[in-house]
């Protein structure tokens, strides 16, 4: 079973893609925010990420930065989920190692289809 | 709206435009003529098909038929589909043909945009691309070539979007570059485009279902007609034209098809 770790600071946006997620088979963790996603990745790396942008404590891009330094860093697919739409910081994020980026509100249909573009679905 | 109200624009929209509307659901045709009667300013669905009936109006004709045929369109629908298409255009542009592709029912323009991206990607230069549809809305928003934060999420992947996007009001707008690249035109796909020239390459996907069956025969035969000798029809990945018009399934290429070489000898 592919697994699949949530990052959001929003227990509800969490919850919405954990339904998502679970429905497509796979197995989700949660984390609320990039300290906490970082420590669930050094545990266990999963195969792909749901990323938020702004987040407290640590926020999605550093996040990122950081993830792609550790070992196995560079294996997870990771799908930004933000409510950014500015092309200038969806072409940071990609630059900066993202798979793919998903704009909020997103649905199932969006998030399959980003999930089989990052080649994780 | 009453069953009498929704077979009288069953019956229009086949008359027009051979679609086949579901009667059995026609809360569907009802959602999509409330815009209409909105925009238009009738107080209800009911009042719109009076005029219809009564003012036999031509523009309000077009506009509740145009409104009732199939608006869904994506970027990249069965994206390997435009992969195999953009590889074989580029093989033939690089032996220095010069190549001419139809998107019919282009919709909103995703298709055919599709496929200029490709294009682009690729450095393929010399492939003419035209595209129509029934509807003058949907091709005014083809050729504006502005989409919603929905529609760029649907099947174009975020790197195609920074490349060829930028940031509009609420909105994306394609570079202006490959919107140039693609010619528009209305037309009823019912009636024979006569004046268009021919094709190596005509799209029409996931139209076929849409229509009556008597008029999938018609239209296919137009589609066809438009086709140079070794051109392409390419379908929705799972349709099939009507056997009547003689067309051959290509090997390994699911909704693709052309006129068997012992036809067009033939003919």
Redesign the interface.
Known sequence: MKTCLVVDDSRVIRKVARRILEALGFQVAEAGDGADALNACRAEMPDAILLDWHMPVMSGPEFLRRLRREPGGADPRVIFCSAE???AR??EA?DDG?D????KP?DA??VV??LV?AGVA | MTPRERDYVAALCAARAGLGLDVERPYLIENRLAAVARREGFGSVSELVRALRERGEERLVWAAVEACAPAHSSFFRDAEVFEALAGELQAAAEQGAALRVWSAACGAGQEVYSLAMLLDERGVEGVELFASDLSERRLEKAQAGIYSQFEVQQGLSARRLVRHFANGEDSFVLDPELRRRVRWRRLNLLEPATDLGAFDLVLCRYLLGALAPSARERVVGHLVAALRPGGRLVLGAEEAPPRACGLAPVAGAAGVFEIPAGVRAAA
């Open positions: 739409t500015e092309l969806i072409r990609l993202a793919e980026f998903i704009m997103f249909e969006i289809g980003k573009a």
